[in-house]
């Protein structure tokens, strides 16, 4: 099993910038990341995903064009650049590790979450 940890949560105003990092334990090969988002009272959705070698990139619609995903696997880290932050971004952001997929069931990894909030 694969250790995650997130950080760069924060609170920002709207149409700010956060960087989101998730720093996994150890390399493993083949290993497709993501991020996923739970606000309150909501549902765990998908928010982005990339595979091993990068060369795979999905987002889902509400934050295509605001946010990329990207991965340093020299670094064994996974980012999310958020821009153009929304009120409705807020939410506990959550790193995944496992197969490339936007179903939390497809990842076997999961991260202890990073708060981010946007006000308006």
């Known amino acids: 099993q694969v250790q995650l940890a997130e950080s760069g949560g924060g609170l920002v105003q709207a149409g700010g910038s956060l960087r989101l990092s998730c720093a996994a334990s150890r390399r493993t090969f083949n290993y497709a990341m993501g991020w996923f988002r739970q606000a309150p009272g909501k549902e765990r959705e998908f928010v982005a995903a990339?595979?091993?070698?990068?060369?795979?990139?999905n987002y889902a619609d509400s934050v295509k064009g605001r946010f990329a995903i990207s991965r340093d696997n020299a670094k064994n880290t996974m980012y999310l650049q958020m821009n153009s932050l929304k009120p409705e971004d807020t939410a506990i952001y959550y790193c995944?590790?496992?197969?490339?997929?936007?179903?939390?069931?497809?990842?076997?990894?999961w991260g202890q979450g990073t708060q981010v909030t946007v006000s308006s």
């Open positions: 990339i595979s091993w070698s990068g060369g795979s990139r």
């Open positions: 995944a590790g496992g197969s490339y997929s936007s179903w939390p069931s497809n990842y076997d990894d």
